[in-house]
Each structure stands twice: as C-alpha cells, then as structure tokens.
C-alpha cells in the first residue's frame, strides 16, 4: 500500500512524541525546553497541514480516519504528562483532559460499529488550539507575572473547553448509544 502525503504527516508526528519527550524531560543540553516545544510545534503543524492537504485534494483515508486523532491524542496528552511530571501542570487537570479523550474515542467506537462517523465539532477545535497553546506557553516558562497569568488563563480555558466540548460531543450524539445493533 502507498501511503499519502497527510498519511506521513501523521506517521510523523507521532515518530517526533519521542524526541519530545525526551527533550521535555531529560534537560542533555542547555534550554533543551525550546527544543521541546519546537518538536511540540512542528508536530502540531504536521496536523494543521495534513487535514488541509487530505481535504484540498481529497485523500482522506480509513486509516487517517482513524489516525490522525490518535497522533493528535498522543502528542497532546504526552505534553501535559510531562507537564505534571516537571510541576508546571495539575495531574487532576490531566486526569480530567485525558479522561474526556478516551470517553469520546469509546463513544466515536460505538458510533463507527453502527455505521456513524462523528465529526469533531468546533468546541473539539477550540479545545485542542487553546489545549496546545496552553502546551506552548508552560513549556516555554517564560519568567514574568504576564506570562505566569497567561499560562493560568490558558490552562482554565483549556479545561474548561475540555468539559464543554465533552459535553456537546455527548449531548449532540446522545442515541448513537442507544442504536447498537
């Protein structure tokens, strides 16, 4: 099988979690966090780009379907990991990111058994940019109360989009449960 252009972006973003990681929580070299959030940064444009390119010259597959959420899952919820484990993020705040994660992958998994495709809604949309904004910002740990605001704004705003997003995801497909076959 040949894989397309926004099929690699995807293998792509997911192959630079590692190196990411690595950055964010082993510091090999002097502000090794810059390094983190440029890998953290190119990985998220990867997702920019490859839903962009799929949707222009229509090469969506099954398996960016399937995925391209998953990367984006993974990228993101391995930041805020590594965001607990350097302090600068409250594990309950992750606990509650990740867990609305894998409520909406079960519920897009009964959805697609009973033949439906849920689309990410803008609340979804809203809630990765400002959850990868708040990302950004943390990790760059910039000194000055401006910037410790912003990273508290960011950080609510991320949350509390996560519970909003949730919420309509459950409320606007509510009887995909109810439809199992």
Not at 70 to 90: F, N
Not at 116 to 133: D, E, N, P, R
Request: proline content about 3%; charged content about 15%; some cysteine.
């Amino acid at each position: 099988m040949k894989m397309n252009l926004p099929n690699k972006l995807t293998i792509l973003r997911v192959l630079l979690i590692p190196f990411f990681v690595f950055f964010m929580l082993v510091p090999v070299v002097p502000c090794s966090n810059y390094i983190a959030v440029a890998i953290f940064i190119i990985a998220s444009l990867t997702d920019l780009a490859d839903g962009k390119i799929a949707r222009k010259y229509n090469l969506v597959t099954n398996f960016g379907k399937f995925m391209d959420p998953l990367a984006d899952k993974l990228l993101v919820c391995s930041a805020m990991i590594c965001l607990v484990a350097t302090g600068q993020l409250a594990a309950w705040m992750v606990i509650i990111i990740i867990s609305r994660e894998f409520i909406i992958s079960g519920f897009r998994l009964v959805a697609a058994d009973n033949g439906v495709v849920i689309a990410a809604s803008y609340w979804g949309k809203f809630k990765t940019t400002f959850q990868m904004l708040m990302i950004i910002v943390l990790i760059l740990n910039i000194p000055g109360r401006f910037f410790e605001i912003l990273g508290v704004i960011l950080t609510w705003v991320a949350l509390i989009l996560t519970i909003i997003s949730l919420c309509d995801y459950l409320i606007k497909n509510k009887d995909v449960l109810k439809e199992q076959k």
